[in-house]
């Protein structure tokens, strides 16, 4: 008993020595603790906070300067490759034969080449296609055509419901919808990570069985741009907005989406054929192309990154990477840049060279099938040339629609438009099989479409009534929607 | 054993107490250091030091973003024991100078890495290296001696960039790691949190 009287001293060092290693640990676990809240002052140091859907996009630009001083870019016209670039062209001005391609559909009257996402709100008031509603009720468009404009869409959206937006009309959101393309339309504002803020993305891997939420960072930064540059078609009387990829996202599967649903845009006014009219399926031609299929995304090559002074930063300047070869394609291919200009080009001309020759026999084939019509010819008789028709022409615009398909990918772009002039020919063989039969021997004479003005005026446009009305419209219902948007605190004001 | 003979019994308790605290700790530095994530190849577990953020956008950015993770050059490739040796070696390492904020402007791999480095370029592009030309018939020895030069040498901006201070990407896009607060805190917090605004309210 004596001997374990005199040894505590044993129990006193084991304590403090624990008593120290705990007290370590714990300092351990503070400092790391600390490290990891850093992340979230990463976020939280902002000068601005953001909450809920916050679609104007000089509210992000206080936190996230250079971003958004890149992104006020995408106002410049300055630039022109040897085929786009990023001013306003009347593409029908250049090729009048597109007027009869799409007679009996708005886009005969206007149509033109896209300016940059900064425009997105203005193009789409200025253009003879959104017509000139004088009152919420009136048409031609639905709200379904702001969709892809602004990121005031999935502000409304939360407020009406997403089908309650679509059946809204265009004219009756003119003084929500203000702002142009931004910030909300791809990033989170707590984390600035990528999101989806458009149904029909999201709608549409869901009927393919895929979650859209599993996607990696690198396909996010190709489908936060999917949400709009695909192909789509309004669905029903409710013109839900709908990407036609139940059956897959080539050419072919959807062209088979749309028959067995017996869809069409418009019917043709010369030919009588029920036309689909391919949007801008970028995203589908991308992936077919060897970039798409290497996991290229779409900002690698559209948003590459700037520095400035030590900071590095994603050019938010949308444009064509010709603008920016050192910055783009030179990231990974070791070639001089006018090398890598002219492999565009090269591939860009020759698809362009069979564009245009499926453009003139397309022109000929509804030329003919009007004519047929016009002899007496019967539905009967004319279905099968109306069907090679309605084949040609979702092909041909499949193919030209897209915004640099012939350079995202070239082989299946190819592919598809001689397809397109495999259809034009053979509708014309048909037609002139119906012509032979109602006794017709002689050519069919072909109207002069030699300018823009001309091809308007053979498909029966009345062009200086249209745009003296619209020229109205916008000097005197627009400003009155500015006006209610700033009023409203829509818009910031300058 | 003869020491713990020779602790009192009115220590036993108290100790006890103390060495579970000292378990309970380590685990909590496992559960907030992530340290599971580091046996994998994940880019992601670089991240969890926020300061990698510059070094995995750049790499993201890059040709290699596509193609190879931050292991495939950072971590010897000869065989398993050297790959998590050397990783745990460095890997030990950052995480000393991290929790210590002790870490420089610019980060620069450790002399022992950029053999590690030139090793991994060469693995990969043996062919082009030694069928079309010879720089793959060196290793890092030789450029210290001076005859020829490493790889990023010539290759300057491969992946990482000439730009690579801590800083330099602010508003980086990249998987940093979730709040360690579970959801179901969260949630119960920002209810409290609620209840209170709407009392002063």
């Known amino acids: 008993m004596a001997t374990r009287k005199r040894k505590p001293v044993w129990g006193w060092i084991l304590f403090i020595v624990v008593l120290g290693v705990v007290f370590c640990l714990g300092l351990l676990a503070a400092s790391i603790t600390q490290r990891r809240a850093e992340i979230a002052t990463l976020y939280a140091n902002k000068k601005v906070d953001i909450n809920g859907i916050e679609a104007r996009n000089e509210i992000w630009g206080e936190n996230y300067p250079r971003e958004y001083e890149t992104w006020k870019e995408t106002a410049k016209m300055d630039f022109r490759s040897k085929h786009m670039g990023n001013q306003e062209e009347d593409i029908l001005a250049s090729r009048p034969n597109m007027v009869v391609l799409w007679a009996g559909y708005l886009f005969s009257q206007d149509y033109k080449a896209p300016r940059g996402h900064m425009y997105a709100i203005e193009d789409n008031r200025n253009t003879l296609r959104t017509g000139t509603p004088s009152s919420p009720q009136d048409g031609p468009q639905p709200a379904t055509c702001w969709t892809c404009k602004s990121p005031d869409v999935p502000r409304m959206m939360k407020e009406l419901g997403v089908e309650n937006f679509y059946k809204t009309k265009w004219g009756a959101l003119g003084n929500q919808i203000v702002n142009p393309i931004g910030c909300a339309d791809c990033h989170d504002p707590k984390t600035m990570g990528l999101v989806i803020t458009r149904p029909a993305l999201v709608e549409a891997f869901q009927r393919q069985g895929k979650d859209i939420r599993q996607a990696s960072t690198q396909e996010m930064r190709s489908l936060v741009c999917a949400q709009c540059h695909v192909e789509y078609y309004f669905k029903g009387d409710g013109k839900y907005l709908t990407l036609p990829w139940d059956k897959g996202m080539s050419m072919e599967a959807m062209e088979e989406y749309y028959d067995e649903s017996n869809f069409s845009d418009f019917t043709h006014a010369l030919s009588k054929a029920p036309i689909i009219k391919a949007q801008h399926p970028d995203y589908e031609i991308a992936s077919m192309g060897i970039h798409g299929q290497k996991g290229v995304s779409c900002a690698d090559c559209h948003m590459p990154y700037k520095t400035e002074g030590a900071i590095k930063v994603s050019d938010h300047h949308l444009m064509s990477p010709l603008q920016n070869v050192a910055n783009t394609c030179q990231t990974c291919h070791r070639d001089s840049e006018a090398n890598l200009k002219q492999y565009v080009y090269d591939r860009q001309d020759k698809i362009l060279e069979t564009r245009d020759r499926v453009e003139k026999e397309l022109v000929k084939a509804h030329v003919m099938a009007k004519y047929a019509w016009e002899h007496g010819a019967t539905e009967n008789q004319m279905k099968s040339s109306l069907k090679l028709i309605r084949q040609a022409q979702w092909r041909w615009d499949f193919g030209v629609a897209s915004h640099g398909a012939s350079f995202h990918a070239p082989v299946e772009t190819q592919r598809i438009l001689s397809h397109s002039l495999d259809k034009s020919l053979l509708a014309q063989i048909e037609i002139q099989r119906v012509l032979t039969s109602i006794g017709i021997k002689e050519e069919v004479p072909m109207p002069d479409l030699s300018t823009k003005a001309k091809a308007q005026s053979y498909i029966g446009l009345d062009m200086p009534v249209l745009e003296a009305k619209k020229k109205n419209w916008i000097e005197t219902v627009v400003p009155v929607w500015v006006k209610t948007a700033r009023d409203k605190k829509r818009l910031v004001s300058k | ?201």
Request: charged letters at 20%; hydrophobic letters at 35%; one cysteine or more.
């Open chain 2, 1 to 201: 054993m003869t020491i713990l003979k020779k602790i009192p019994k009115k220590f036993v308790f108290p100790i006890f107490l103390l060495i579970s605290v000292g378990c309970g700790l380590i685990a909590y530095l496992f559960y907030i250091s992530r340290a599971t994530s580091y046996l994998s190849d994940d880019p992601k577990a670089c991240v969890n030091c926020h300061i990698m953020t510059p070094y995995y956008q750049s790499w993201q950015h890059s040709s290699h973003g596509r193609v190879t993770n931050c292991n495939d050059c950072h971590v010897p490739h000869n065989n398993v024991i050297s790959k998590y040796a050397f990783k745990a070696k460095d890997g030990l390492y950052h995480a000393a100078v991290f929790t210590l904020d002790m870490q420089p402007q610019v980060i620069r791999p450790r002399k022992e890495s950029y053999e590690v480095i030139m090793n991994n370029c060469i693995r990969c592009h043996s062919d082009l290296n030694t069928s079309m030309v010879n720089t793959g018939k060196i290793n890092y020895t030789h450029t210290l001696a001076g005859d020829g030069k490493a790889c990023w040498e010539c290759h300057t901006e491969v992946p990482h960039t000439k730009n690579i201070n801590i800083n330099s990407s602010p508003s980086a896009i990249v998987p940093l790691p979730p709040s360690p607060v579970p959801d179901w805190l969260m949630r119960l917090t920002e209810k409290q949190k609620e209840k209170e605004n709407n009392k002063i309210n």
